[in-house]
């Protein structure tokens, strides 16, 4: 190992070349990972859904139309005419619904539904979703439904901005210099680039983790570039080299380090044994991220901290220093105490786990659904042998409060209820 440590430090120059070089073609790859954003697909083969979709995607023909929910806020009442009319003329579109009632008009919301001939994964969708929300970017608005889901950001870049912003805060805050938190953030970044590109390999990803896996890839392996700094600056007191001091410290931090990763790695790892699949899409991709972190930060980052060791020392500042001698003894005079509350938590948790909710839609999330009623298709395979028992069972559908009117289409497709 410490031939290979003396490599990587020797070799600095090289290295860090050849990374940068990597991390420029991972970001072409990344650029040509397939993003999946079907979460049907990763539903298991015994699921009751998975069952009836591949029965009708086997069977039966599939309906080429999908559509979106878009509301606007404080509309006057000459604007709404207008941008029914603009709407109905976007290349694409076959269809808006909107009328002067109460179920498209609500409080100072005013609500349209597009209708596409085409499917939510299409190009036209695609276009009509993009051309719209861009041609009213100046007005309040939310969109809802598959062709909205299909093109919403999962997590903002705002918020991923946001995140490293304050990461970069406590790190400038907690570090010895100004200069250490960019260093950690670039070793990381080429990781978290590494990462993305090398997803290529899989026959897709999906957009949950395409769109989250950079920001927690940041937070899992943000302590290892503090571990090995923190060496460094020992190791630093004990040579004049700042080469040799380098070595050292990467020699001793590898067995921390790469023992806090790999458990970290097999944490993720059992992900992977989910029966929701998209956990072995999400377990398999960060795993990979936290190994390249880790190889970033063997590879990378001391060759950074080294051709900055300069800049680190002229901006050295001091860092705050918490003395937890009395929470220490605290924690130690009560810890019979702490093992019998942990085992009332702990049994407590398990019997109220059962109580939890699971929310199967983001309706709540949903500013649309808030203000005026949900629109939800429900689709019912069944066998047609007997038309007779069909035509009763639609009569009970329709009969239904919530039940706004059922199709049923003997042929090519299943009966379909609008709720």
């Known amino acids: 190992?410490?031939?290979?440590?003396?490599?990587?430090?020797?070799?600095?120059?090289?290295?860090?070349?050849?990374?940068?070089?990597?991390?420029i073609l991972s970001i072409y790859f990344?650029?040509?990972?397939?993003?999946?954003?079907?979460?049907?697909?990763?539903?298991?083969?015994?699921?009751?859904?998975?069952?009836g979709l591949d029965i009708m995607e086997n069977n039966m023909e599939a309906l080429e139309s999908s559509s979106f929910n878009l509301m606007f806020q404080n509309l006057s009442e000459k604007e709404k005419p207008e941008i029914k009319?603009?709407?109905?003329?976007?290349?694409?579109?076959?269809?808006?619904?909107?009328?002067?009632?109460?179920?498209?008009?609500?409080?100072?919301a005013t609500l349209y539904i597009?209708?596409?001939?085409?499917?939510?994964?299409?190009?036209?969708?695609?276009?009509?979703?993009?051309?719209?929300?861009?041609?009213?970017?100046?007005?309040?608005?939310?969109?809802?439904?598959?062709?909205?889901?299909?093109?919403?950001?999962?997590?903002?870049v705002w918020i991923v901005v946001l995140a490293v912003f304050c990461a970069l805060l406590i790190l400038i805050i907690m570090s010895d210099s100004y200069v250490e938190p960019f260093l950690f953030l670039?070793?990381?970044?080429?990781?978290?680039?590494?990462?993305?590109?090398?997803?290529?390999?899989?026959?897709n990803v999906s957009n949950i983790t395409d769109s989250?896996?950079?920001?927690?890839?940041?937070?899992?392996?943000?302590?290892?570039?503090?571990?090995?700094?923190?060496?460094?600056?020992?190791?630093?007191?004990?040579?004049?080299s700042k080469i040799e001091a380098m070595k050292e410290a990467l020699y001793h931090a590898f067995g921390s380090i790469a023992s806090s990763s790999v458990t970290t790695i097999v944490g993720l790892l059992a992900l992977v044994f989910?029966?929701?699949?998209?956990?072995?899409?999400?377990?398999?991709?960060?795993?990979?991220?936290?190994?390249f972190s880790l190889i970033s930060i063997f590879f990378v980052l001391p060759a950074l901290i080294l051709i900055f060791d300069s800049a680190i020392n002229k901006t050295k500042k001091k860092s705050p220093c918490f003395h937890l001698e009395v929470l220490g003894k605290f924690s130690y005079r009560m810890r019979p105490i702490s093992a019998i509350l942990f085992i009332v938590f702990l049994v407590g948790s398990f019997l109220l786990k059962g109580n939890l909710g699971i929310l199967y839609t983001d309706s709540e999330e949903n500013e649309i659904s808030k203000i005026f009623t949900e629109n939800n298709q429900m689709a019912i395979i069944y066998r047609n042998e007997d038309e007779e028992k069909i035509v009763t069972l639609l009569a009970e559908l329709e009969k239904q409060d919530?039940?706004?009117?059922?199709?049923?289409l003997r042929k090519y497709h299943p009966a379909t209820i609008n709720l």
């Open 85 to 108: 009319n603009y709407l109905e003329n976007v290349a694409g579109v076959s269809n808006v619904q909107y009328d002067e009632t109460e179920n498209y008009n609500k409080e100072n």
């Open 402 to 408: 919530k039940v706004d009117d059922v199709l049923a």
């Open 212 to 240: 989250i896996v950079a920001i927690l890839q940041l937070a899992l392996s943000m302590d290892y570039s503090i571990m090995l700094m923190n060496r460094y600056h020992q190791e630093k007191e004990k040579y004049d």
């Open 274 to 291: 989910m029966s929701f699949t998209i956990g072995r899409d999400l377990g398999f991709v960060l795993a990979k991220g936290v190994l």
């Open 1 to 23: 190992m410490k031939k290979v440590t003396d490599f990587i430090i020797n070799k600095r120059y090289f290295v860090l070349t050849t990374f940068v070089i990597l991390s």
């Open 186 to 203: 670039t070793a990381i970044l080429m990781g978290v680039v590494l990462n993305k590109g090398t997803n290529i390999l899989f026959k």
């Open 30 to 51: 990344s650029s040509q990972v397939q993003i999946n954003y079907d979460l049907a697909e990763y539903l298991p083969d015994t699921s009751e859904t998975r069952i």
């Open 114 to 156: 597009i209708k596409v001939d085409a499917d939510e994964e299409s190009e036209i969708a695609t276009n009509v979703y993009q051309e719209i929300t861009e041609h009213f970017k100046d007005y309040e608005i939310d969109t809802s439904g598959a062709i909205s889901d299909r093109n919403k950001v999962v997590l903002p």
